[in-house]
């Protein structure tokens, strides 16, 4: 995990909606720790370790129903910016499942949409999907017994069986198949093989935040008929260990960043995050006023393969909110991108590397070229520094791009005069005068 100026990373984030999920959920994880609230919503971020490898997740309790499962996933994908979602919980079976048995959601029905008419009830059904790789990594998961070994202990129970199939989802406990939702369930959703009360709005957030991976986990604690308290003491806890067991599996195989190697399509996930910094550099020079450069030619160079990168990514993402408002950012006098800004247009990045491997290696073209411009700019050919303005704005992000934007927020200081004190390298200068000193 970390921490950068108040921004916190996970890889995953899983949402439960009970608490017996919560803890069974929680208990994969170590040195779980609570993060800043979001508008209010409180987290829970830690190590997940399969192996060598181990990775950052985020956990949260969004309690009942669909629209409270909704606003989480949104919530979550502005704090954590995940490279995927996953919601974990118990669900009752409808058909072809036994207790203990989890199913990873291909799909979820809104059961509920529809019509109610004098003479009867006229479904108009709702359906989200899951996210392709993850619904294809579930089957992989479904198809071996690894997942299994990740049950923590409990009460004796039968060894579950793994199911990907479709899920139905509303507002009502479903407590017999006779039942009105159990006929409609029925006639309208056939073949769903468990019914929740989150899965729809769980899917429906992650509709709409457009490059974040989703899906539903779900343990059978009950079937149709057979619920009450005594049954649910028993069942939840079981359903649930085995969710999670099934959830952390997945989670294992996940391809996340590490280390800034990993590749996507082609290109690294640091090379994704230079992109970033140069489309930034690109907005700022075109948006604010830019000090000349002692080698006009090295200038010419980074105007023209930043106006490239620009050009490559645009004719990819179109009218990409990110890469919008980047721009609006640079506009209004930002010395970085906001981190919001940035980590969505990463992600988006990331998202059109990984589908279009023409794009990922015009991108990554494009950043080559940058990067090697870059560093004729940072020297001339007998290896000095050649530019001579000071970039104003936070260190890290100055020390990185700030040889390619080149900003003076307050003018070229050619001349000094008075009393003064001038930190930080100087490679150029000229009409000194006044007792000024230099260091840093």
């Known amino acids: 995990m970390s921490v950068n100026g108040g921004a916190v990373r996970a890889d995953v984030v899983v949402l439960t909606a009970l608490e017996v999920e919560y803890r069974a959920v929680r208990a994969h994880l170590e040195e779980p720790r609570l993060v800043e609230a979001e508008r209010g919503a409180l987290f829970e971020l830690g190590v997940f370790r399969a192996g060598p490898a181990e990775r950052t997740v985020a956990i949260h309790m969004t309690g009942p129903g669909n629209p ?34 989890v199913v990873a959601a291909d799909m979820v029905y809104d059961y509920e949409t529809g019509k109610d008419t004098e003479s009867g009830f006229l479904p108009r059904q709702k359906t989200y999907q899951s996210a ?6 579930a089957r992989l998961v479904a198809a071996g017994d690894e997942w299994q070994r990740r049950i923590r202990p409990g009460d004796d129970a039968p060894r579950p069986r793994p199911h990907v199939k479709p ?28 019914v929740d009360m989150e899965g729809f709005g769980f899917l429906a957030g992650a509709y709409v935040n ?32 085995n969710a999670a067991a099934f959830a952390f599996e997945l989670i294992s195989r996940i391809m996340v960043g590490e280390r800034g190697d990993t590749k996507l399509g082609g290109v690294t996930v640091g090379g994704v995050e230079l992109a970033v910094g140069y489309l930034f550099a690109w907005a700022v020079r075109k948006a604010r006023r830019v000090v000349g450069r002692a080698d006009v030619k090295v200038g010419q160079s980074l105007d023209a393969g930043m106006d490239r ?6 004719a990819r993402l179109g009218f990409d909110p990110a890469l919008e408002r980047m721009v609006e950012e640079a506009a209004s006098g930002l010395g970085e991108p906001t981190d919001r800004t940035r980590r969505w247009l990463k992600l988006s990045l990331e998202d059109a590397v990984e589908r279009d491997t023409a794009f990922a290696d015009a991108l990554r073209q494009a950043v080559s070229e940058l990067q090697a411009v870059s560093a004729a700019a940072e020297s001339g ?60």
Not at 169 to 190: E, K, Y
Not at 309 to 314: I, M, Q, R
Request: overall charge negative; cysteine-free; charged content about 15%.
């Open 68 to 101: 409270g499962a909704g606003v989480s996933v949104e919530r979550a994908a502005a704090l954590f910016a995940p490279r995927a979602v996953l919601f974990v919980g118990v669900a009752g079976g409808v058909k072809d499942v036994a207790l203990g048995d």
């Open 210 to 241: 457009q490059h974040l991976d989703a899906l539903v986990i779900r343990g059978i604690s009950d079937l149709l008929g057979d619920k009450n308290e005594a049954h649910d003491e028993h069942w939840q806890p079981v359903a649930s260990r």
């Open 167 to 194: 899920v139905a989802a509303g507002g009502r406990v479903v407590a017999h198949h006779r039942s009105d939702v159990g006929l409609r369930l029925a006639a309208g959703a056939g073949d769903a093989l468990a």
């Open 132 to 137: 392709y790789g993850l619904v294809q990594l």
């Open 309 to 314: 990168l620009h050009g490559v990514v645009a």
């Open 381 to 440: 050919s007998n290896g000095s520094v050649v530019h001579e303005n000071t970039f104003m704005g936070p260190a890290a992000w100055a020390r990185q791009y700030g040889p390619i934007v080149r900003i003076n927020d307050g003018g070229v200081h050619n001349t000094v005069s008075g009393e003064a004190h001038i930190s930080g390298g100087v490679v150029q200068g000229q009409d000194f005068s006044g007792p000024i000193t230099f260091g840093g």
